[in-house]
Each structure stands twice: as C-alpha cells, then as structure tokens.
C-alpha cells in the first residue's frame, strides 16, 4: 500500500481559490489511479475527482466540473486538485486516496489519507 498525507486546506471566502496536494510515500505510486473526496457533515462521502495513473484519464464529478482541475507529478509522487470559484457548497473533509486503477464510479480506493478540512465561507 501507499501512504497518503493531505495539504492545503484552509479557510476562504466564496469565489477564492485554493489547491490541495497529496502526497505519497512507499513504492509505485505512479502505477496507482489517484482520487480526491469529500465529505461534509450529516453527507455522504463522494467522488470528487480521479486521475489514471499516467494523467491520461481524468474523471470530474458534476458538481465540481469546469471549476476544480486534478493532476500529478509522478516525480514528486504527489497529486493535486486545483479548486477554483469555491462555494460554500464545497464545504468538507477532503481526502485522497489510491487505487490499482480508475473506476469512474470512484470504487477500489484502498489507501486512504487521513484528510484536510476546506470551508467556504457565503
């Protein structure tokens, strides 16, 4: 398994940027999908964005589609969601995770990080 750890997130106000990294330690992460998520309180956790392991398939869930870009540099072992016009509605524990490859439906991530929290404020 790989070991994920989240940064980035902060307090803006709505319309602001912000862009989250995740970075991986252990071996092969350029053979995992990577993915992003959220979960709100009192919400389910969902989907939020994937990207295949070379950066040649990327996924975007509707409610982020055309504001948050998701990208990796396998270099670096890192991955990263660019959110940008954020709303209030983003709101949530964001988490990245890894997979052996990308389901769109956002199943088979098994290594998880532990979080960062981004708020919106209206």
């Known amino acids: 398994q790989v070991q994920l750890v989240e940064s980035g997130g902060g307090l803006v106000q709505a319309g602001s940027s912000l862009r989250l990294s995740c970075a991986a330690s252990g071996r092969s992460f350029s053979s995992y999908a990577m993915g992003w998520f959220r979960q709100a309180p009192g919400k389910e956790r969902e989907f939020v964005s994937g990207i295949s392991w070379n950066g040649g398939v990327t996924y975007y869930s509707d409610s982020v589609k055309g504001r948050f870009t998701i990208s990796r540099d396998n270099a670096k072992n890192t991955v990263y969601l660019q959110m940008n016009n954020l709303k209030h509605e983003d709101t949530a524990l964001y988490y990245c995770?890894?997979?052996?490859?990308?389901?769109?439906?956002?199943?088979?991530?098994?290594?998880w990080g532990q979080g960062t929290q981004v708020t919106v404020s209206s």
């Open positions: 995770a890894a997979a052996d490859s990308l389901d769109l439906a956002g199943v088979g991530f098994d290594s």
